[in-house]
């Protein structure tokens, strides 16, 4: 990084103010970044905006005590105003709070990614949107709307805080989407949506997943859901088909192994460290070092190195993700998992790449061995309830499984659960890892952040399906 987002002689002189008044922790995070989003509607420009932000955050803590102020105004005087005020959460014993030294021996300059959007104009980037858009139309050439969006972002971060740590890093995150639309004789719209998108920045559509991969897979979808049945409801088998399945595992019970949630006592996981809580089939895992994933990082928004960090191990409760604040009010380490959204937020436990490892079971096998079920391919909008980890979410692509065979699909499917129980009745798990293509973005506590989750071909014993069909 050629130049330093914030003179560090100001860093650290803005870690003393806030240690002023005697806190025992005080942190900068700055951050400049650069986004860019464009919006199709039927081949037409809907929407373009493209802007830059630079900001600082100022954190104080204090034992559980946290005060944040930000500012995008970088002055000197402003920036003090901030650290001034959040010094205040102090207990006056400002003698034993000084902010150690930070030198360039303290600067790791980490891997920069793939990068970032170098030599691509804004012109590059449309026209990508527009070879997905022109794709669906020769796929498809009677559909009725086709809708795309395209966004990135390149970033620049620094962390400092008053331990000594100050890190640079850079960061790139591009998705693109497409959402097709046909309609059935009798008027039904079939809607299929798809997308990719990666760290790696715009050259992802260049070397990993082209636009018209993600055109097709759209029109796929959609055509899939012609001729649809009123799916069967009731208590069944259910198989979910590899990669974006996993988001039922991110909602489900992701959220609840986050330590502020454990914390506080608000999850159905707390004080169960070393109980079984899912089949011996199950190992879930978070891993925020997955080259390239939508959800990895070099260093968390507090500058502690990403990790994979086992959850669940063979059933068994072994960990929790977490921040600095809550592991270490916990007792817990540190796993590298404080996000934020922008410098105008806090940090706090969340989930990176998020998975079930692997089994042993042959996908085609788990399948052919269901007498009649519902296997869900993709899922859409979904509510879980963090505190007894209750779930319901909407089959967005679901068929109907009749002597081990995929007969027809099905509309109107939800699934109603609770994740520990349904994570116990996994009767088999299959050896095709997959994850989904980059699309996810995770919202919690008026925060939204990039995600990717995962999941193998699983067979579930057992779950409520909601349909309209007895």
């Known amino acids: 990084m050629a130049e330093s987002l914030l003179d560090p002689t100001l860093v650290s002189r803005l870690l003393g103010r806030a240690l002023g008044q005697g806190a025992g922790?005080?942190?900068?995070?700055?951050?400049?970044?650069?986004?860019?989003?464009?919006?199709l509607d039927d081949g037409n420009i809907k929407s373009a905006q493209a802007g830059t932000t630079h900001g600082v955050g100022i954190r104080v803590v204090n034992g559980a005590q946290v005060a944040y102020a930000h500012s995008d105004d970088l002055s000197e005087e402003a920036l003090l105003a901030c650290a001034d005020a959040v010094s205040r959460i102090g207990d006056g014993t400002a003698d034993l709070a000084v902010a150690k030294p930070l030198s360039e021996k303290d600067r790791p300059h980490l891997a920069d990614p793939d990068a970032a959007s170098a030599g691509f104009t804004v012109d590059d980037k449309l026209a990508l949107l527009r070879r997905a858009d022109d794709c669906a139309r020769r796929e498809a050439p009677h559909l009725f709307r086709v809708l795309g969006g395209y966004a990135d972002i390149d970033e620049q971060i620094l962390i400092a805080n008053s331990e000594g740590l100050l890190i640079e890093d850079t960061r790139a995150l591009c998705r693109l989407n497409l959402q097709v639309i046909l309609k059935e004789t009798d008027g039904r719209p079939r809607v299929g949506s798809y997308g990719g998108g990666s760290r790696r920045g715009?050259?992802?559509?260049?070397?990993?997943?082209?636009?018209?991969?993600?055109?097709?897979?759209?029109?796929?979808?959609?055509?899939?859901?012609?001729?649809?049945?009123?799916?069967?409801?009731?208590?069944?088998?259910?198989?979910?088909?590899?990669?974006?399945?996993?988001?039922?595992?991110?909602?489900?019970?992701?959220?609840?192994?986050?330590?502020?949630?454990?914390?506080?006592?608000?999850?159905?996981?707390?004080?169960?460290?070393g109980e079984k809580v899912a089949s011996e089939l199950c190992t879930v895992i978070?891993?925020?070092?997955?080259?390239?994933?939508?959800?990895?990082?070099?260093?968390?928004?507090?500058?502690?190195?990403?990790?994979?960090?086992?959850?669940?191990?063979?059933?068994?409760?072994?960990?929790?993700?977490?921040?600095?604040?809550?592991?270490?009010l916990l007792g817990h380490e540190r796993s590298g998992n404080g996000r934020r959204q922008s410098f105008r937020h806090k940090p706090m436990?969340?989930?990176?790449?998020?998975?079930?490892?692997?089994?042993?079971?042959?996908?085609?096998?788990?399948?052919?061995?269901?007498?009649?079920?519902?296997?869900?391919?993709?899922?859409?909008?979904?509510?879980?309830?963090?505190?007894?980890?209750?779930?319901?979410?909407?089959?967005?692509?679901?068929?109907?499984?009749?002597?081990?065979?995929?007969?027809?699909?099905?509309?109107?499917?939800?699934?109603?659960?609770?994740?520990?129980?349904?994570?116990?009745?996994?009767?088999?798990?299959?050896?095709?890892?997959?994850?989904?293509?980059?699309?996810?973005?995770?919202?919690?506590?008026?925060?939204?952040?990039?995600?990717?989750?995962?999941?193998?071909t699983v067979r579930i014993d057992g779950v409520t399906v909601g349909g309209t069909n007895a």
């Open 25 to 39: 922790f005080a942190e900068v995070y700055v951050q400049k970044r650069r986004s860019l989003g464009i919006e």
């Open 202 to 273: 715009v050259a992802h559509y260049r070397d990993l997943q082209d636009p018209e991969s993600i055109a097709q897979e759209a029109v796929r979808m959609a055509q899939a859901q012609m001729g649809a049945k009123p799916a069967p409801s009731g208590e069944q088998v259910v198989v979910l088909g590899p990669a974006s399945s996993g988001i039922l595992l991110h909602e489900a019970v992701g959220h609840g192994l986050e330590a502020d949630f454990i914390r506080k006592k608000s999850s159905l996981f707390a004080g169960r460290l």
């Open 286 to 328: 978070d891993d925020g070092t997955i080259e390239h994933a939508r959800g990895s990082l070099n260093v968390d928004d507090e500058g502690t190195p990403t990790r994979r960090n086992v959850l669940i191990e063979k059933g068994v409760l072994k960990g929790f993700i977490s921040d600095r604040i809550n592991a270490d």
């Open 349 to 456: 436990p969340r989930m990176t790449n998020t998975f079930l490892q692997p089994g042993e079971h042959d996908a085609e096998e788990i399948l052919k061995g269901v007498k009649r079920g519902l296997y869900c391919r993709a899922f859409g909008g979904g509510q879980v309830d963090i505190a007894n980890g209750n779930f319901v979410f909407e089959v967005r692509e679901g068929y109907v499984i009749e002597d081990g065979k995929l007969t027809h699909p099905v509309q109107g499917a939800t699934l109603v659960g609770n994740g520990p129980e349904t994570l116990g009745k996994v009767s088999r798990v299959g050896g095709d890892a997959g994850f989904d293509p980059g699309i996810y973005t995770c919202g919690k506590g008026g925060q939204s952040v990039p995600v990717t989750v995962g999941l193998p």
